[in-house]
């Protein structure tokens, strides 16, 4: 009896939330990502040809910004960055990391939210992403190599999609899980002296979030 009367105080509890997101409304979200590049590289030309390069993956925080157009239609704005480590998969690999850089990929997303006024509303989302680097810097291994480096990756412009949903904890807050893909591809260019190698990179990392929300 007693475990029948929490499930119906439990369902009641549930039943009176009126959870949902109208338009004009305004979210806001905190989320824990892991960025998790699904790289593949050129060679190191014109010195390691043969040769690949990683991509480590990366944990950080996000805030977002979602803005209702309609009940169904929002756009979201996400800011983050985060700071990965890039090594050699072949014939560099002894030498460990070989460089790392910060990352910082503003992405605005256009989204359509199947159930905007229920308790778990599940969404898609389609944009576009301009990916800044900065703070590339070589790895005392690789320049106890090959002797003092610069480091530097080129900005990349790529498109995004999306897939996550809102699960109503009360009125205004609500759990979020999301997953993202973004379209990066950059080119690294050392210079060590006179010689310059050049590598290109489709970092295109899938990005993992959960957190926590609020609606305005």
């Known amino acids: ?104 990929p503003p992405t605005l997303t256009l989204q359509y939210h199947f159930a905007p006024k229920a308790k778990v509303r599940p969404y898609v989302g389609v944009g576009a992403n301009y990916t800044i680097f900065y703070s590339e810097d070589a790895s005392r291994s690789l320049e106890s190599a090959i002797g003092s480096t610069k480091v530097k990756l080129k900005d990349s412009f790529g498109y995004s999609l999306q897939a996550g949903a809102d699960f109503a904890l009360t009125d205004k807050v609500f759990l979020n899980l999301d997953v993202k893909y973004i379209d990066i591809d950059t080119t690294a260019k050392l210079t060590t002296g006179t010689l310059v190698n050049r590598v290109k990179v489709s970092i295109d990392p899938v990005v993992f979030g959960i957190g926590v929300g609020t609606r305005f």
Request: glycine share 8%.
């Open 1 to 104: 009896m007693k475990s029948l009367k929490l499930t119906v105080a439990a369902a009641a509890f549930l039943a009176a939330v009126p959870a949902h997101a109208d338009a004009g409304d305004i979210l806001v979200r905190g989320r824990a990502i892991l960025v998790s590049p699904t790289e593949k590289s050129g060679g190191i030309y014109p010195t390691f040809p043969n040769e690949a390069v990683s991509v480590s993956d990366s944990w950080t925080g996000e805030v977002d910004v979602t803005y209702f157009a309609t009940d169904n239609v929002a756009l979201e704005l996400i800011a983050a960055t985060t700071k990965h480590d890039v090594g050699g998969e072949k014939a560099l690999k002894p030498v460990g990391k070989l460089a790392d850089t910060w990352v910082l």
